[in-house]
């Protein structure tokens, strides 16, 4: 599929599956981890192709502190390494990679791998790549209240003109348009607190194939059916 024009400029993924793929193999979850992450390579790469512009994927939600220390351990290490070892590719590729989600629970040296990449591809255009890190769209939520409540203590924002600007605004996604398509892997049929505002209007897919298993092929079926669906935002279509 070229970049035909009901292609979704958006995508967002939600990236399922990785531990039940190691387990039905008996292997640890961190190797699942790695497997998953090897996949985000091939799709990252395989996007812009498919008309792809927007791609967001959760990486690790404000839930999965829950998890085995050693998880944890190895997920944040496997940022890191992932960072380290693609910014030379992804540079070269032209993607632009940013970060959203709560930073200041993350190890120093992690933030800092996250701003150095940032600012190295902030000008690249091919392909904008947002990755959510200690990320919930409730928490998000919340902050933006926060600094909402800030703005209206401090007297430079009348209550009355809060509008849904005006928390999009605040929100960490500010200036990264909203999803056209959520896509999550695994069989599971929950959006698990990711991006809760700004999906409101998204159209969805929730695919059985766990996430390692997940390929361009795969990725291009799903468009394809993105593009026959008649998005209307609420309206009634013309008769």
Same mark, same amino acid.
């Given at each position: ?5 009901? #292609? ?18 008996? /292997? ?18 395989? #996007?812009? *192709? ?14 999965? /502190? ?25 540079? #070269? ?14 190890? *120093? ?55 849904? #600007? ?11 348009? *909203? ?61």
């Amino acid at each position: 599929m070229s970049s035909e024009k009901r #292609a979704p400029q958006h995508v967002a993924i939600i990236m399922d599956g990785n531990g039940r793929w190691a387990t039905s193999r008996g /292997w640890p979850r961190l190797v699942g981890h790695r497997k998953g992450a090897e996949r985000v390579k091939e799709i990252v790469r395989c #996007a812009p *192709d498919l008309g792809v512009k927007w791609l967001t994927i959760y990486a690790f939600s404000t839930e999965n /502190w829950k998890r085995s220390t050693e998880e944890v351990l190895g997920l944040m290490g496997l940022f890191s390494r992932y960072i380290e070892r693609e910014a030379d590719r992804l540079s #070269a590729e032209g993607v632009r990679m940013r970060f959203i989600g709560d930073r200041s629970r993350l190890d *120093d040296r992690l933030q800092r791998l996250m701003a150095g990449i940032e600012t190295r591809t902030a000008n690249n255009t091919r392909l904008n790549l947002t990755v959510a890190i200690n990320y919930g769209g409730r928490d998000e939520i919340i902050r933006a209240g926060r600094k909402i409540a800030c703005e209206v203590a401090e007297g430079r924002l009348d209550p009355a003109d809060v509008t849904e #600007a005006t928390v999009s605004a605040m929100l960490d996604t500010a200036d990264i348009p *909203d999803p056209d398509l959520v896509i999550r892997t695994s069989g599971e049929t929950r959006v698990s607190n990711f991006l809760l505002w700004q999906a409101a209007y998204a159209e969805y897919e929730f695919t059985e194939t766990l996430w390692p298993d997940f390929s361009p092929a795969e990725l291009e079926r799903i468009l394809s059916r993105f593009g026959g669906r008649d998005r209307r935002f609420g309206g009634v279509a013309p008769a």
